[in-house]
Structures are given as structure tokens and as C-alpha cells.
């Protein structure tokens, strides 16, 4: 049996939307975030990062979401990126919200961490 293109491509949008829609209310770290400074007061050279229910837009590049796992208060993330050049890399990141709101985030081999503070939309 073949399918079409344009039915095939909807069926895709669909699962996408169902996935998305499943791991958006579980996921409350959407927004603009600064890296190690708090946002009030930040100038443009401090480095930014977006969490959108799809992506995370950072200076490593743009990253796809593919899975989220939650646990207590830690998120781990499975996170298909586009790095410099466009070289593709798939990764796992962890952000762990702290009582005072920030976030500690850091790659699967701790290369690299910071605190994220969440900036007024």
C-alpha cells in the first residue's frame, strides 16, 4: 500500500504535536534564562539561553528535544544539537532546579556547567 507524501507528513506533524504535548505540562523550564549572572542587569556579552517545548537555543547551538525524563528535581534531557558548522551531535543534558529558582545545568560528562537565571518574559 502507498501512502502520500502530504498524508505521510501529516501523520508525522501529529505525533510530533502528541509527543510534544505529553512532556509540555511536565516540563516548566520554558523561558529566556542568562548563564551564571542574573538577568537584571546583564549585558549583551552575558550568554543566553531559550527553552522552548521543542528546543534550546544556547551558545552551543540550536538543539532539538527529543526526550525528557523527570526526576525529583532534576530534568535529564535527550537533545539532538546542530553545533558550530552544523556538525550534528545527540547528547544528554541535566537541569536541576535549586529553592532559590535557578537552575544547575550540565552536559552528560560535566564539561560543562552553569546556573541559569530565569529572566522576565
Wanted: glycine residues 6%; hydrophobic residues 40%.
Amino acid at each position: 500500500m502507498l501512502v502520500s507524501a502530504a498524508r505521510m507528513a501529516s501523520l508525522f506533524t501529529l505525533v510530533i504535536f502528541m509527543a510534544c504535548s505529553a512532556r509540555c505540562d511536565d516540563f516548566p523550564l520554558l523561558g529566556t534564562y542568562t548563564e551564571n549572572q542574573p538577568c537584571e542587569g546583564a549585558d549583551a556579552s552575558v550568554a543566553r539561553v531559550k527553552i522552548t517545548a521543542r528546543e534550546i537555543d544556547s551558545a552551543f547551538g540550536l538543539c532539538s528535544i527529543l526526550d525528557i525524563k523527570h526526576e525529583g528535581n532534576t530534568y535529564a534531557v535527550h537533545v539532538d544539537c546542530k553545533g558550530p558548522g552544523g556538525t550534528p551531535m545527540l547528547g544528554d543534558i541535566s537541569f536541576t532546579v535549586r529553592e532559590d529558582k535557578t537552575i544547575d545545568f550540565s552536559d552528560q560528562d560535566q564539561t560543562y556547567k552553569a546556573v541559569l537565571y530565569k529572566c522576565a518574559e
